[in-house]
C-alpha cells in the first residue's frame, strides 16, 4: 500500500496510537542492541548472573519506552494547549522525529560496529572529511527512519479506525513498563554507600598526596641502587621518609593496580584488572577517598581518562572532582547513580554516551578518542605538565583537609615521552625503539623533577610540613607486576623514616593511609599498615592480562579476549614468596618461576616454598575467589 506523505501525516495524526506504538517498540529494540552488544564482550555485565543481566534489559527498556512515550504525551499536550481540537501536523512531525531519531541512531550503531568489527574502520577512526560522509549517512537514516515511522503509525491508526481497538494492548504495555522499572529496583536490593564516619578534629587532618607515575621500576632509579643517578631529588627526599625495598602491586595493568591500591581489595575480589571493567555493587563505594570523603576531606583526581579516573571506573562517592571535572557536571549520570544501583546507572550512562560521543563526532563538534591512542599520543590538556598545573593551582585552596591523586604517565612505554636528554643524549626522539632504556632512565629523571617541582611548591606554600606525601607506581615496565616498584611515604615533618625489608603490596597502602590517621580499618579491607610493629613475611597474590599484541593501528591490546568463564580477563596469577615468583598462566596452563632482580630481603632457602607447594597455593587462592579451577589441575611441575 502506498500512501505520500501528506496522507501518513493526516491519516496517523488521527489518534497518534500507531506513533505510541511505534516509539515503545523501538524503545524496547534500541535497548536490546546495546544490551546485546555489551554482553557479547567482556564487561561487567559479561561476569554478571543471568538474572543481573535480565535485570539491567528490563528496566533500561522499560525506562526508554517510558521516556519516550511521555515525551510524546507532552507533544500532544502541547498541541492541546494552543487551543486545536486535533494536534496540527508540525506536533506530529516533531514527535516523529522521537522514535525515528532512535531507529537512525540504531542502525548507525550497527553499521559502525559491523565495518569495524570486520575492516577495523569506523567512527572513531575516520580521519577529516571521512567524517561527513558518516554524517550525511546518518541524515539518511534519519529520513528514511521518518518516512518509515510515519507510514507505520498511520498504518496502526488505519487498522484501529477499522473497528480493530485493542485497549488490552495499551493496558499491557502500561503493565510493562511499570513493572520493568520497579521490579529491577526491587530485586537490587538496598543501595550500598560509603563507610560512614564522624568528622571530628579535622583542622589537625594533615593533606594527603599520593603520586604514581605510570610504569615505574624500581631497578631503574638510583633511589633504589641503580647505577645511573635517575632519582636524585627523591634519593634526597628519602632521608626524611619510609621506604619500601621490596613493594609490588598486584595487577599488571593501571587499572586493577590503582583501584586495588584504592580499595585494599584483590583484583579477583572486585573483578577490575582491565577497561572495560567497572566497580559494581558495593565495591564502587568501598575505597579510602570514599572514607577521606565521608571525613570531611576535598578530593581530587589528576590522572587519564578511561583508564586513571574514578568517573569511568564507577568509583562513586569518591571524589569531588577528576581530572578537571567535578562529577556533578554531569547531571545524568549523577542523577542516575544518585537513583540507581550501579549496573543500571552505568549501563544507561555508556549507552547514551556511544551514540552521543559518535554523533558529536560525525558532525564535527567534538572528535572521538581512541583511549589508547589517546595514551600514547597525549592532548595538550593531559601531558604531565598540564597535570601539574592543575595541581599547582589548588595549592591556595588548600583551606580544608585535602586529598590528591597525581598519576603522571610520562614514564609509559613502549615508546617514552622526555623533557631533556641526558642518558639518550645523540639520540632521535623519533627513532626511539620499544622500551628504549635511554629515554627510559631520561623519563624517570624526567619524573624525580617533576616531583621535585611538587615538594618545592609545597614548602614555599607552608604545606610540605602537613602533607602525607605518597610516591609509588602501578606496575614496573613491560606491564609486570613480579617485579619490584617503588614506594614512598613521607609522613609530616619527616616523623617517621627508614627502610622496610619485608615484602609489601599495594593493598597495605590504604591501610597504612587510615593508621596514621588514626581511623579504623574496615574489614573488607585486605592490607595490613606498615606502621604495624613486626611486620612478617607473607605472600603477595598478583593478577595479570596475560601476553599483550600490537594491532595494525600500532597499539597495544590483549592478545585474548577472556570473555568465558572460568577467568574472564586473568590471563595469569603470580605468587611472590621472599625473592621468588611463580607464575601460572591461565590460557594455556603453565608454570613458571624466577629471581625477584634485585631483592634485598634475606631468604634462607628453607623458608621458601617449592614450585609445587606455590602451584597448591596459587590454586587455591582461585578456588577462595569463586574461579573454578579444573582445568588447572594436574600440570608437570605442580606435583
Aim: hydrophobic share 45%; glycine share 10%; net charge negative.
Amino acid at each position: 500500500m502506498r500512501i505520500n506523505l501528506t496522507d501518513r501525516l493526516s491519516k496517523a495524526q488521527s489518534g497518534w496510537a500507531g506513533l505510541f506504538g511505534v516509539t515503545f517498540i523501538l524503545g524496547q529494540l534500541y535497548m536490546l542492541m546495546e544490551w546485546g552488544f555489551l554482553i557479547t564482550r567482556p564487561s561487567y555485565l559479561d561476569v554478571s548472573p543471568w538474572s543481573g543481566k535480565l535485570l539491567v534489559l528490563l528496566f533500561s527498556a522499560a525506562l526508554m519506552s517510558a521516556l519516550s512515550l511521555l515525551g510524546l504525551g507532552a507533544l500532544v499536550l502541547a498541541g492541546r494547549l494552543v487551543g486545536l481540537r486535533r494536534v496540527p501536523r508540525l506536533f506530529f512531525w516533531l514527535a516523529s522525529l522521537l522514535p525515528a531519531g532512535m531507529l537512525a541512531v540504531l542502525a548507525l550503531l550497527l553499521i559502525d560496529n559491523f565495518t569495524y568489527t570486520l575492516f577495523a574502520f569506523g567512527i572513531a577512526t575516520t580521519p577529516g572529511a571521512w567524517r561527513g560522509l558518516y554524517a550525511a549517512l546518518f541524515a539518511l537514516l534519519l529520513a528514511w527512519a521518518d518516512w518509515e515511522v510515519l507510514g507505520v503509525a498511520a498504518w496502526l491508526d488505519q487498522r484501529r479506525g477499522e473497528g480493530q481497538k485493542r485497549p488490552w494492548l495499551w493496558v499491557g504495555i502500561a503493565t510493562w513498563v511499570v513493572l520493568g522499572l520497579v521490579v529491577p529496583l526491587a530485586a537490587a536490593g538496598r543501595q550500598v554507600t560509603a563507610l560512614e564516619y564522624t568528622a571530628d578534629s579535622m583542622s589537625s587532618r594533615p593533606h594527603i598526596l599520593w603520586i604514581t607515575g605510570d610504569g615505574l621500576s624500581a631497578e631503574h632509579m638510583s633511589l633504589y641502587g641503580y647505577q645511573r643517578d635517575t632519582t636524585p631529588n627523591l634519593r634526597q627526599l628519602a632521608e626524611s621518609s619510609l621506604v619500601a625495598e621490596n613493594f609490588f602491586v598486584v595487577a599488571d595493568k593501571t587499572a586493577g593496580s590503582l583501584v586495588s591500591m584504592f580499595t585494599g581489595k584483590h583484583p579477583l575480589e572486585t573483578r577490575m584488572l582491565y577497561p572495560p571493567d567497572i566497580l559494581i555493587g558495593a565495591d564502587a563505594y568501598q575505597h579510602l577517598p570514599g572514607i577521606l570523603h565521608a571525613q570531611g576531606y576535598r578530593t581530587i583526581q589528576y590522572g587519564f581518562p578511561y583508564y586513571v579516573d574514578a568517573y569511568y571506573l564507577n568509583l562513586l562517592d569518591g571524589f569531588d572532582s577528576t581530572n578537571g571535572r567535578a562529577l556533578p557536571s554531569s547531571p545524568l549520570y549523577t542523577g542516575l547513580k544518585k537513583a540507581l544501583p550501579s549496573e543500571l546507572a552505568y549501563f544507561l550512562y555508556e549507552t547514551s554516551n556511544r551514540a552521543a560521543d559518535r554523533l558529536r563526532h560525525i558532525f564535527f563538534i567534538e572528535k572521538m578518542q581512541n583511549p589508547l591512542e589517546t595514551m600514547l599520543n597525549p592532548a595538550a590538556n593531559l601531558t604531565d605538565q598540564a597535570k601539574l598545573d592543575l595541581f599547582l593551582s589548588t595549592l591556595a585552596e588548600f583551606d580544608q583537609p585535602t586529598f590528591i591523586h597525581l598519576h603522571l604517565l610520562g614514564t609509559h612505554g613502549p615508546v617514552f615521552r622526555i623533557d631533556q636528554k641526558v642518558f639518550s643524549r645523540g639520540q632521535a626522539s623519533a627513532d626511539q625503539g620499544c622500551w628504549n632504556t635511554d629515554f627510559y632512565d631520561d623519563a624517570i629523571l624526567g619524573l624525580d623533577a617533576n616531583i621535585a617541582r611538587v615538594v618545592q611548591a609545597l614548602e614555599e606554600q607552608g604545606l610540605l610540613e602537613n602533607t602525607l606525601l605518597i610516591i609509588g607506581s602501578d606496575h614496573a615496565t613491560d606491564f609486570e607486576n613480579r617485579q619490584r616498584v617503588p614506594l614512598m611515604i613521607r609522613f609530616p615533618g619527616g616523623e617517621i623514616t627508614g627502610r622496610i625489608q619485608t615484602n609489601v603490596s599495594g593493598l597495605d597502602i590504604a591501610p597504612t593511609i587510615l593508621d596514621y590517621l588514626d581511623l579504623p580499618q574496615p574489614e573488607w579491607m585486605r592490607g595490613r599498615s606498615l606502621l604495624a610493629p613486626g611486620l612478617e613475611q607473607g605472600y603477595i597474590f598478583g593478577v595479570g592480562v596475560g601476553p599483550l599484541m600490537q594491532s595494525d593501528q600500532g597499539l597495544w591490546i590483549t592478545g585474548l579476549q577472556r570473555s568465558q568463564p572460568p577467568f574472564y580477563q586473568f590471563g595469569t596469577i603470580n605468587l611472590i614468596d621472599c625473592n621468588r615468583w611463580y607464575e601460572l598462566d591461565l590460557d594455556e596452563p603453565a608454570l613458571t618461576s624466577g629471581e625477584v632482580a634485585g631483592h634485598t630481603a634475606p631468604c634462607p632457602d628453607e623458608a621458601v616454598v617449592s614450585q609445587a607447594q606455590a602451584y597448591a597455593l596459587m590454586l587455591a587462592y582461585l578456588r577462595e575467589h569463586g574461579f573454578a579451577v579444573e582445568s588447572l589441575e594436574g600440570l608437570p611441575g605442580g606435583d
